[in-house]
């Protein structure tokens, strides 16, 4: 939203085509990001836009629905509601976003219980947002209180989107643009260790199990090398389980625990 203060309505709505390339790539390998908000949204000085940060990032199948994980602001009425976060609920995270760059302030604040209640309850205030008649109506769409009132897709958003600019006319399908978009901090100084967990990865495709010890002193990044392993999984289409055991002590079966 800091990129977008100044910015034009063309710019503005070029900005958002951007994430939601990033989104129709992720869902397409049943990835929920669960965390879309400007923070998460890096603007190179080129403006291309880059989705940040899959800490809590999931795959569909993974999901148990009983644990409440996002950004109040940004979160979809459905999660507050049973826990189970979805593509569609990336896509009203999205319209949250829009909803600020058009229109300066966030469609609902108060306390936590206020916006909590508001979020659930409340239609959003679209009379503040400054833009014309069929953004203003596209971002009431994503932000719909049913999942099922939202675009069915990424793809759906993305071409109503499209719909609404007077001067885009790109193809929804760009390999570049796909893959640019998606990306983590900056990882530095183990392109050899990662690779070789890149190679342990694809081989998972054609069935050749193995294994990897990743050692060194505390503090090394040792954690963030992982991170950025199950990451690359979970693009790759791999099912990932994480456990972490303590030494010298833990509770019964602290391996599987998480």
Request: charged share 25%; no cysteine; net charge neutral.
């Given at each position: 939203t800091t990129a977008?203060?100044?910015?034009?309505?063309?710019?503005?709505?070029?900005?958002?085509?951007?994430?939601?390339?990033?989104?129709?790539?992720?869902?397409?390998?049943?990835?929920?990001?669960?965390?879309?908000?400007?923070?998460?949204?890096?603007?190179?000085?080129?403006?291309?836009?880059?989705?940040?940060?899959?800490?809590?990032?999931?795959?569909?199948?993974?999901?148990?629905?009983?644990?409440?994980?996002?950004?109040?602001?940004?979160?979809?009425p459905e999660i507050f509601l049973s826990g189970a976060p979805s593509t569609?609920?990336?896509?009203?995270?999205?319209?949250?976003?829009?909803?600020?760059?058009?229109?300066?302030?966030?469609?609902?604040?108060?306390?936590?219980?206020?916006?909590?209640?508001?979020?659930?309850?409340d239609p959003p205030p679209l009379n503040h947002i400054n833009a014309d008649e069929g953004i203003r109506a596209w971002i009431g769409v994503l932000l719909a209180k049913r999942p099922h009132h939202r675009p069915a897709n990424a793809v759906e958003a993305l071409k109503t989107l499209i719909g609404l600019s007077s001067t885009h006319s790109s193809s929804l399908e760009s390999h570049d643009i796909r893959e640019s978009f998606l990306q983590h901090a900056p990882f530095i100084g183990r392109e050899l260790e990662l690779g070789h967990i890149q190679t342990s990865l694809e081989g998972l495709a054609g069935g050749t199990g193995g294994s990897l010890l990743i050692g060194g002193?505390?503090?090394?990044?040792?954690?963030?090398?992982?991170?950025?392993?199950?990451?690359?999984?979970?693009?790759?289409?791999?099912?990932?389980?994480?456990?972490?055991?303590?030494?010298?002590?833990?509770?019964?079966?602290?391996?599987?625990r998480e």
């Open positions: 977008a203060q100044s910015a034009s309505v063309e710019d503005k709505l070029r900005l958002l085509r951007q994430v939601l390339y990033a989104l129709v790539y992720l869902h397409r390998h049943r990835v929920i990001h669960r965390d879309i908000k400007p923070p998460n949204v890096w603007v190179e000085d080129d403006g291309t836009v880059k989705v940040l940060d899959f800490g809590i990032a999931i795959r569909e199948r993974d999901l148990r629905g009983d644990h409440v994980a996002g950004t109040l602001y940004y979160m979809a569609s609920s990336d896509l009203y995270s999205v319209g949250v976003m829009a909803y600020e760059m058009f229109s300066g302030r966030l469609p609902f604040e108060g306390s936590v219980t206020e916006v909590m209640q508001s979020i659930v309850s002193e505390s503090g090394i990044g040792k954690s963030r090398l992982l991170e950025e392993a199950r990451i690359q999984a979970l693009i790759k289409g791999a099912f990932v389980l994480r456990g972490q055991a303590v030494e010298g002590g833990g509770l019964r079966y602290q391996l599987w």
